[in-house]
């Protein structure tokens, strides 16, 4: 059995459709899940064999192309369901005629969701491609606001790029795969809008292309957008690691510069500390001084050359 059917006016009304009822003028939506048994069936009735084999494929990408009368529309939004993050994206595969709309999903998609209760509401989209066109704001609606909290954190991380003591944050990297995750999904559903828009077909009228313009510069944007967050992202990156590879290196000088100090001094004390006889001023009582004495122009001595050299 499909989620939901409509027979929709022109004039946006809508109402299950009756057998004892024929379709007047407008269009029927039909809504399945792709899991729903009796789909092939309906599919094998209905729909060419091309579309409903694009309507059940196991796997889709974002994609817009004509058959016959007809047009083949992928889709995709993010996820808003519990099972799982929003950049596992959630698809619409479409078939559409002047007379008909197929939606087939496998998980909930809002959008969708949405144009329901409106249908319920009767406020339905009053064509066609006017379906398509609420069906695409709805899910583009939905990446902005996903895009544009991912932005906020982003925002957020390179504050802390500010203070110094700051560690990295460790939500970068997931934050970061999400991002490009999201790019790789919105590119495609992009160009799918934008070859939608480009289609010579009778389903759509100049208003319904206008708007549709509006959802394809909103993809397009939104791509701009996590290509940008991506580049801030691994800048944020850069300078985290910049910072501890110079902490790193500071701190290896520190012990560079003590080493080269006490080399002599460790030298000179273990020469002096060797048990065998003739060592000078074993009978000697400030001889012990006079070695501290010279330990200490020794340094003062290791110093001086390393700031001649500049390496101080």
Known sequence: MPICVFDIAPDGTARPPAEDRPLGEGYRWWHFDLSDPDLPEFLAAEVPDIPAAALTAPETRPRADTYGDGLMLNLRGVNLNADGP???MVAVRMWI?????V???????????TIRQEAEAG?????PM?????????????????VFDLGDRVDAMEDSVVDDASPLPPELAEERRMAIRLRRYLGPQRDALAALLSTETDLMTKGQRA???????????????????????TAVQDHHTARAAEAQGRNGYVLSIVAAVFLPLGFLTGLFGVNVAGMPGIETPWAFAALCGGLVILTAVAIWILRRMRWI
Not at 103 to 112: E, G, S
Not at 123 to 127: K, L, R
Not at 131 to 146: E, H, I, K, P
């Open 86 to 88: 929003a950049d596992q």
């Open 130 to 146: 006017g379906f398509v066109g609420v069906l695409s704001a709805g899910l583009m609606a939905r990446v902005q606001d996903t």
């Open 123 to 127: 406020q339905a989209p009053s064509s």
């Open 211 to 233: 708007r549709l313009r509006e959802q394809t510069n909103l993809a397009k944007l939104a791509v701009e957008e996590l290509e940008a967050l991506i580049a801030r992202m």
């Open 103 to 113: 939606t087939v999903r496998v998980r909930r998609v809002f959008a969708l969701n």
């Open 97 to 101: 005629t002047a007379r008909m709309i």
